[in-house]
C-alpha cells in the first residue's frame, strides 16, 4: 500500500511540474504585469479571418497582422479562444489587442476607441480589418423558406429556431425580438447544428460562413439568403489595461499602417487567396 502511495505522490508531483512548464503567456500575465516586449493578440476562432489549422495560425488578418507588424519591427503573438474567455481576459488586461471586434458602447472603458470609431455609421472609418455583412445561413431543400424582403418580425411571427455564438454581440435590432434561441461556441458548431436540422437559420458573416461550409463539406447542404440583416465595421482593438506603456501610440501606428496597407495589391492578394464561392 506504502509503495502505491509513493507512486501516486511521483505522479501528482510530475503533473503538476508538466501544467507549469505549459503554462502560456495569458497566465503569466496574471503575476507579472511588467511591459511586454511580445505584443499579445487574442481572437475567437472566425475563418477565413482568423483560425487555427494543425497548430498553425492562419487567416486574412493573421496575414495582414504578419505584414503590418514586421514593417512595424513589433514583436507579436496570436492565440484563439471562445469569445467569452478572449472578452474576459481583454477586461483585466491579460492580453494587449482584441482581434475582429465591433465598437460597442459598453466595451469603451476596456478597449481603445478612435472618435471615428465610435461613431459608425455616421462615419465608416478607414481602419477596419473589414465590413461584417450579416446573413441567414439556411438549408437548401428550405431555400424558399424566407421572402426576399423578409422582416424580422416575421421570423418572429414563424417561430424559426435560431442558433447564435454565444456571447456574440451581434446587432441591437437582432435582440429585440426574442427569438426561439441556442447557443453555440463557434461556427461551425453552429452550421452542422444547422445541417442537422437542430435550428432552422443562422446569422453570420457571409464571408465567414461561406468559407466555414466550404472547408467542412457543408457548401452541400446549406445556402444563404441574400439580404443584409446588418453591416459593420470589426477591428483590432487596444486593450487599455495592457502591461505595454506604448498601447496608445501602437494604436495610431497600426491603424495608419493598416488605412496604406488596403490600399496594396499585397492586400488583395491576401483577401482573393482566402475567398470561398458556392459553386
Known sequence: MGRILRILLLLILFSAELSC???DLTDERLVNKKDSSTLLISGENFPPYLYEENSVIKG?????????????DIEYRIEIYPWSRVWKMA???RIDAVDSTSHKKYREPFLLYTEEQKHFPEIIPGDNLFM???VFFIRKIYKD???AD???EEIKEKGYRIGIIRDNSYFEDFWKYNFDITKYPDVEHSLRALASGEIDLYPIDKTIGLF???KTGLDKELIFHPKILHSKPQYLLFVKKSPRKDIAELQGK????????????IYRNIYNKYTYSFN
Request: no cysteine; charged share 25%.
Open 150 to 152: 423578409f422582416t424580422l
Open 91 to 93: 477586461q483585466i488586461g
Open 21 to 23: 512548464n505549459k503554462k
Open 132 to 134: 461584417t455583412e450579416y
Open 145 to 147: 423558406l424566407l421572402p
Open 60 to 72: 486574412i488578418n493573421a496575414e495582414i497582422y504578419r505584414y503590418i507588424f514586421k514593417e512595424l
Open 212 to 214: 466555414t461550409a466550404g
Open 254 to 265: 497600426f491603424n495608419n499602417a493598416l488605412i496604406e496597407f488596403k490600399k496594396t495589391d
